[in-house]
């Protein structure tokens, strides 16, 4: 039994509310020895006050010594394995940009780059071409016409687009184009299995690249494309099937609310900044059963390498704590998706601060006096991957039958 | 390999004892924050010393934020991982009221149901009918004969019974009866595969449910019934043959001396209560290798939400713990199957705290000075799944070799 069969065997129905707020990026290092990483630097008087009556712990979102990226993290905060439920680039890159998959798609990520003369490729990523040029590139080439199939392209980030081919019986199941070394040509897309599907869409894909190689030819730096992660619409089981629990999500940023989305849970649409999100929460209440509130800058202000910026991102969201208790939730979880300390200027393997603050919620330890790696440490959820999560809350919140007789 | 075969293949043969003392729900919550659990706040010098001298942890019997039923909770402690052999209803409940299982019988699960004059469920559990009416209704329909099976009825509790069908060439791959939903029909039995056997005991099953439904017809509340966890013996493999260790279960509750059963322990039959326990330890001492002793009171009492009666129970136990010492047990494992807080009033996921005295077991802390969930969380053994624990017992007692060269 599959841990979402087992998830789904014992979820019960119930009135009770969840609210998982990640902030994305919380898990952190010391700036130097001995020191306070981000979060034990940072004053959270609320937080300290859950950590003190509810569990704390460390969560690996993917697994220990792995550091997860945003759609793995995810995923795994939501009870998806990630390792067990791979999402294919493509469909990241689109739901990332706020596109919706629907099953008739097929999407890839695609990469501008340049060749030479003879078609070899010089830079893979085309000089990493900004955003904006990216967005014209793909101006120049989005109305390509296919024969049966709508195809959509929309820039992503740098060199980075996205081509989704939407119509029936496409297959995803086809090889990347990228040699992923220059000095050789872009492959051909050619179908990895014997379908008729399959052939069709390398066929397809074959006809959109030579038709955009041929419209592009003469820019630069960027005068090719190369495609991969292929991937449909993943089909996960959907949240509240799995859980029972009726999900929104209250997201800022396009990825986090696509990752949502490919889990059926529903956006709120319109929010852009911490305020929103609260208002939003307390409008939504009772119509839903479990809330995802999700912070990006805790991230951004670690990817940018500023420990002083990550704690004042932790520390504001510290504010809105009270208010969020003030709707009473059963079960109420604070962590991240993953690390990312400020030393490192990405995301890191370290397992995430966590607080799980719920009736039931052991405190165990007394001497947790509040949210930060060294004390989640001693806490009573011990360091856990974040496949039981979805076990702990839905226990907590008495939405959960017992295994077995 | 599975963790079964991975054991067996370590298993060595040996002069030394092991004994697993199981307080049946033995975690707990505290009554009011920052107070004790129940085994915290319970005397029990003798326990406090073995943790001090022991290692100390909390175990997951069946998996982390999982709240495990009895049956789950003592296969995962005896090494079956309880998600892996999964146990179906009808034997549970079977062996659970002192029936053994044979090669030749598919049990089920049966309640007694109400119907109208359409036949349809007008209550899925005939009013709760008591124990008294239910051994009655059984009565009634036990001498209900089938060509070549043997058919054996017994009251469980309130409206529930057991149905053995024993015979050969039976199967349990069927359908349950019970459309879960009043206002429908109780359903047929149905093969769930095209095997000839599953064929032949839907039929065998059908007719037994009409000739049921016949007798039963004009009794009041009670007057149909339905059926469900079909399942044949296990089959599991033997602890003796796995572990190289002859067991005996010293239970008091039939449902405990099922499972002990279900893994081929030897029944020590006819024992009362701690006391009869005890002796019984004593006289077979050198009998077996392995002494499953179980205590259900702790857990009664939890259910009853009796917090200072469960802590009675606790301390009631830690009064035989020197006479189980006397016997110089060269492994003493002191747990539960599942936590069952009294302010719960049920089963709940909580890690079990848990005492492995023996030599070698490192004490590693030296702040445990007591047993109780504070201190289990600062133990040697940290949180741990179940399907350690065997492994961790036969190491101790020097009957396991090691993984490779």
């Not at 008087?45 to 697994?63: H, I, Y």
């Not at 800058?297 to 004042?312: C, L, M, W």
């Not at 520390?315 to 208010?323: F, Q």
């Amino acid at each position: 039994m599959t841990n979402i069969d087992l998830m789904k065997s014992l979820a019960q129905a119930g009135t009770t509310k969840a609210v998982l707020l990640v902030m994305d990026g919380l898990g952190g290092l010391p700036r130097e020895v001995g020191g306070p990483t981000e979060l034990e630097a940072a004053f959270t008087p609320n937080m300290d006050k859950l950590a003190r009556e509810g569990s704390v712990g460390l969560v690996n979102t993917v697994g220990m010594g792995i550091t997860p990226g945003s759609g793995p993290g995810h995923f795994g905060l939501f009870g998806y394995d990630p390792l067990e439920h791979l999402i294919g680039r493509g469909a990241l890159e689109a739901v990332g940009i706020g596109l919706t998959l629907t099953e008739l798609d097929v999407a890839a990520r695609g990469n501008f780059c340049t060749i030479d003369q003879n078609g070899l490729i010089t830079d893979r990523r085309a000089g990493r071409i900004p955003t904006v040029e990216c967005a014209r590139m793909v101006s120049l080439i989005e109305g390509i016409n296919l024969p049966g199939v709508e195809t959509i392209v929309q820039p992503v980030q740098d060199y980075r687009f996205v081509l989704i081919l939407r119509g029936p019986n496409l297959s995803a199941a086809l090889n990347e184009t990228d040699p992923q070394k220059v000095g050789l040509k872009p492959l051909k897309v050619r179908p990895l299995d014997g379908s008729p599907e399959a052939r069709k869409t390398a066929d397809l894909v074959n006809q959109w690249v030579a038709k955009a190689s041929e419209i592009i030819r003469d820019e630069s730096p960027a005068n090719m494309v190369t495609l991969r992660g292929w991937s449909t619409e993943p089909g996960l089981p959907k949240f509240e099937e799995v859980f029972r629990m009726k999900a929104a999500a209250m997201a800022v940023y396009p990825m986090y609310k696509g990752l949502a989305s490919l889990v059926g849970m529903t956006l709120i649409e319109g929010l852009t900044n911490i305020e929103d999100q609260l208002e939003s929460l307390q409008h939504n209440w009772e119509n839903y059963d479990f809330f995802f509130v999700h912070h990006k800058y805790t991230d951004s202000r670690g990817e940018d390498g500023n420990f002083d910026a990550k704690v004042k991102e932790i520390e504001k969201v510290d504010t809105i704590i009270p208010r969020i208790l003030e709707l009473d939730p059963d079960v109420l979880v604070i962590t991240g998706d993953h690390s990312t300390p400020a030393v490192l200027k990405a995301h890191s393997w370290h397992p995430v601060p966590i607080i799980l603050y719920a009736p039931g919620a052991t405190r165990a330890n007394p001497d947790v006096t509040g949210f930060g790696e060294s004390q989640c440490l001693k806490g009573a959820l011990g360091q856990f991957n974040a496949s039981n999560l979805m076990k702990l809350i839905t226990a907590h919140a008495q939405r959960q039958t017992k295994y077995g007789a």
